[in-house]
């Protein structure tokens, strides 16, 4: 029993470009959560807490957008 699809590499398939997606989206913001409280306190001199709300938001948002885009019909996927 296979623990990832077959198509996973194909990126002319659904699954296979979904896939990628995510895992790329997922990457990109791994760089945010690394060296984010490091950039804002040395650019604009945030305290942490400040800096935990920010990073906290990014969290929410992405929640916040995933929910939204998981009640999109593929009728509405052309647009």
């Known amino acids: 029993m296979r623990l990832l699809p077959p198509q996973l590499l194909d990126v002319g398939h659904p699954i296979g470009a979904g896939l990628l997606m995510v895992f790329t989206l997922a ?16 650019l604009f001199d945030t305290k942490p807490l400040v800096t935990g709300y920010i990073l906290a938001g990014e969290a929410v948002a992405w929640s916040i957008a995933t929910m939204a885009a998981s009640r999109v019909t593929p009728a509405d996927d052309q647009w």
């Open 27 to 42: 990457m990109s913001t791994v760089g945010f959560w690394a060296y984010g409280p490091l950039i804002l306190k040395l």
